[in-house]
């Protein structure tokens, strides 16, 4: 009787742990407007110090274990807080975290660098999204979201969005994110300026443009080393950089117009899986 109501205690407080920390992971995800001090209070209470600055980690199961990835990432990450959120209806099973700096004196680069590996660790359990390193705690709703960004695309990703996944914690795709977790329509407003038209028109008829500039600016804006890329006649590919200019008024033989439409298609990396 004694042992059974020890097991008994024990579930209850840890049944309670759980809801605390779902009720807090909630919040954060639905209410933007937390103040930053309640947000480092009511962490700390979980055991979890965010006062230097987090990196939210957001992944989508496929593996009946979800306890096992909790666990995996209170283990590899000190001080993580880490939740699984059962899904709803068709909604999927996600592990929502939030893994704290490890050393105020090198917070963003030794976090991230870690919060990278525990991804690729998890991997074999579904697909994990990441924030970038979030140094202001009242601005961890925005990383969560930022996080369930990252991972939707990478969930929806194609053969060219896989190239988003090995740069989503940093760099250019890391400010979209941010952007689009924050004024999605300036993120849209600039791909209907750049890249938009030609989408469309490849769409219609069946055309490869999109294709070719991608790899005309992958490699260096070489015309052979483009053709080569996408089997076609160097002809081909120039017929093919006229056509992109008529269609979006950008040259990608300018450097200004080049980049505008680099970003253009990191843009649209992100914005067509949704």
């Given at each position: 009787v004694a042992c059974l109501t020890e097991v008994a205690v024990?579930?209850?407080?840890?049944?309670?742990?759980?809801?605390?920390?779902?009720?807090?992971?909630?919040?954060?995800?639905?209410?933007?407007?937390?103040?930053?001090?309640?947000?480092?209070?009511?962490?700390?209470?979980?055991?979890c110090?965010?006062?230097?600055?987090?990196?939210?980690?957001?992944?989508e199961l496929h593996t009946s274990r979800?306890?096992?990835?909790?666990?995996?990432?209170s283990g590899d990450h000190p001080g993580a807080l880490a939740q699984h959120v059962a899904g709803v209806g068709d909604a999927p099973e996600r592990v929502y975290a939030l893994l704290p700096a490890l050393d105020p004196r090198d917070a963003p680069e030794?976090?991230?660098?870690?919060?990278?590996?525990?991804?690729?660790?998890?991997?074999?359990y579904g697909t994990v999204g990441l924030s970038g390193f979030c140094s202001d705690p009242g601005g961890l709703a925005q990383a969560m979201q930022e996080a369930?960004?990252?991972?939707?695309?990478?969930?929806?990703?194609?053969?060219?969005?896989?190239?988003?996944?090995?740069?989503?914690?940093?760099?250019t795709y890391r400010l979209l994110f941010r952007v689009l977790a924050s004024r999605p329509e300036e993120v849209r407003s600039f791909y209907e300026d750049t890249v938009a038209p030609i989408v469309r028109y490849d769409e219609q008829y069946r055309s490869?443009?999109?294709?070719?500039?991608?790899?005309?600016?992958?490699h260096n804006c070489n015309m052979n080393a483009t053709a080569a890329a996408i089997f076609a006649h160097r002809h081909t590919v120039a017929y093919r950089l006229d056509r992109i200019r008529e269609l979006t008024g950008l040259d990608p033989t300018h450097s200004e117009d080049r980049e505008r439409l680099g970003l253009g298609l990191k843009a649209h990396r992100i914005i067509a899986p949704r």
């Open positions: 024990e579930e209850a407080r840890e049944e309670v742990e759980q809801y605390v920390r779902g009720a807090f992971l909630e919040d954060l995800r639905a209410r933007p407007d937390l103040d930053r001090h309640e947000i480092v209070r009511r962490a700390a209470r979980l055991g110090d965010v006062a230097g600055g987090a990196v939210v980690l957001c992944a979800p306890r096992h990835v909790v666990a995996t990432i030794r976090t991230l660098q870690r919060a990278r590996a525990l991804a690729e660790r998890l991997g074999r369930e960004l990252v991972l939707d695309v990478l969930r929806h990703s194609d053969a060219s969005a896989e190239r988003v996944s090995a740069d989503a914690g940093s760099g490869d443009l999109l294709r070719t500039l991608d790899a005309y600016l992958d």
